[in-house]
């Protein structure tokens, strides 16, 4: 593990995280950066640099804890998220604080200020972190819809192509699933690591289950709730999962929970819901999310784009079976006995896998995915490979390359091994 005593300068190594892949209300990446920060505060000698977009240009330091906000308009179609454009300001932030290490879950522009100044500061490494399968879920997705699959495939084919050009210019990165990390293999990526999910196994758990919970939406105790939770836009499908639980027999007696916001939502809402259909909105309260968890039945995602899959492992963890499709990396987080995986965009077959789980015994199958959870995934496990493995082998091999070209490195790179 890394320390001041790694740094000729005895100062506490600072970790710069770069991402417009943030929002308050919650999201994958959002809430990755939460727990590590917290994980630096309660475990680590580091200083933590959060840049992300926000409404105004603002840095706030809270000791060792600095979150550096850069003036962003709001996406039109995620109201909560805003788009970082303005890599100059990125840079001075970064000419400001000088971090020795900067990890960047973004595909796009901003991986590019960080390079640019890794470029410029022979003693600084970069990270990346695959977190979004955006060939798919950006370039094909968009484009299908309006040119036709065959364009779709062509604009995926082009986003990898400038993948491998990006992903091969950092000092380490890391994939989340076997999937991704063969496609950095494909790529040409020298060495990437495979980074182990984290997910809160003090929070989510079965325990949490709340009988009053479930008679507040009406819901009698052999009556199965069925539950997804997150972003609801055409990305994430979520009209699969109304469409298959409408196809669901009415002797079933299943409710559906969607938890998350949208455009879509308020569509859903206007055009008006069913009695056993319940969209409360985003629950910002994680102990509220736990809680809504462990009083459901069975998760349901439709989402074929997944990489990190968090809510699915929040789910498992409080005991839940999983009804998904057979793409991203569902089939890693939902291996045979802890669910069921159904085609992409297969309404029908998500009902019929609906009622399986269902007649087959969902709290027996859901046992299987939280014995899978709890031995498998933690977020102690995910920093300590992060901060032990991850960044020093970034460091020794920006120390490699920075003697190569005859510069003097800027810590002690035979402490940073892997």
Known sequence: ??????????????????????????????????YKRRYIRDQLDWQHLL?????????VEEGRLITAYVKS???????????????????ALLDRFRPDVI?????????????GYRDATPGTATVAGYRTDFPEAHFYEAVHHVAGKRVGRFAADMARRYAKKLYRRFDAVYALNPIALGQFREMGVHEPFQLPQGIDLSQFREEERDPAF?????????????????????EKRVQVVLDAFRKLPEAMGA??????????RQRQIEAGLEPVVHMPGYLKDRQALARAYASSDIYVSAMPYEVAGNSILEAQAAGLPVVGVAAGSMPCQVPPGTGYLGPVDDADAMAANIE??????????GAEGKKMVRSNYSWDRTFEMLFGTVYPAALERRRLRAAAQGHAPAFDGALATR
């Open 1 to 34: 593990m890394l320390d001041r005593t790694h740094f000729p300068s005895g100062r506490p190594p600072m970790l710069c995280d770069l991402t417009q892949n943030y929002s308050e209300t919650g999201g994958g990446g959002g809430n990755y950066l939460r």
């Open 51 to 59: 840049v992300i977009p926000g409404a105004e240009d603002k840095v």
């Open 73 to 91: 308009p709001a996406l039109p179609h995620q109201p909560n998220y805003r788009l970082m454009l303005r890599n100059k300001a990125v840079r």
């Open 356 to 365: 399986r789980v269902w007649r087959e015994g969902a709290s027996a199958i």
């Open 103 to 115: 990890e960047s879950i973004d595909p796009y522009n901003l991986p590019w200020a960080a390079l």
């Open 255 to 264: 409710h559906l929970l969607i938890l998350g916001d949208g455009r879509w």
């Open 214 to 234: 479930r008679a507040r939406l009406g819901i009698g105790d052999r009556q199965p709730l069925l539950v997804y939770a997150g972003r609801l836009d055409r």
